[in-house]
């Protein structure tokens, strides 16, 4: 079974940097589409960004678009969330997500259709 594991969360200045890491073992994440979701305090979880499998589609919220950037190295079998700009709103806990590819083409829009999860990385965002 595909596990994940986030690191890199932590407390940083509005306007800051930071890169999330989301490290696979069990199986290759270049068969995953894999995605990043976030979840305030008192939100709902909602989806960040999302590579396919392979690379060849990426998406992201319209509230990160031009500040964040998601990446595969596959030779550490990692997904990465670069995140600069940082704003106190950034302020959530920071979930991986992955499906593998034959259970749907691209990357799928929600989370209940993803079914590997990890346990999450705290990001905080404040002076």
């Known amino acids: 079974q595909l596990q994940l594991v986030e690191s890199g969360g932590g407390l940083v200045q509005p306007g800051g940097s930071l890169r999330l890491s989301c490290a696979g073992s069990?199986?290759?994440?270049?068969?995953?589409?894999t995605a990043w979701f976030r979840q305030a305090p008192g939100k709902e979880r909602e989806k960040v960004s999302c590579?396919?499998?392979?690379?060849?589609?990426?998406d992201y919220a319209d509230s990160v678009k031009g500040r964040f950037a998601i990446s595969r190295d596959t030779a550490k079998n990692t997904v990465y969330l670069q995140m600069n700009s940082l704003k106190p709103e950034d302020t959530a806990v920071y979930y991986c997500?992955?499906?593998?590819?034959?259970?749907?083409?691209?990357?799928?829009?929600?989370?209940?259709?993803?079914?590997?999860w990890g346990q999450g990385t705290q990001v905080t965002v404040s002076s």
């Open positions: 069990g199986f290759s994440l270049d068969y995953y589409h």
């Open positions: 590579t396919s499998a392979y690379g060849d589609y990426i």
């Open positions: 997500a992955a499906v593998h590819l034959t259970v749907t083409t691209r990357c799928p829009p929600t989370q209940a259709d993803f079914g590997s």
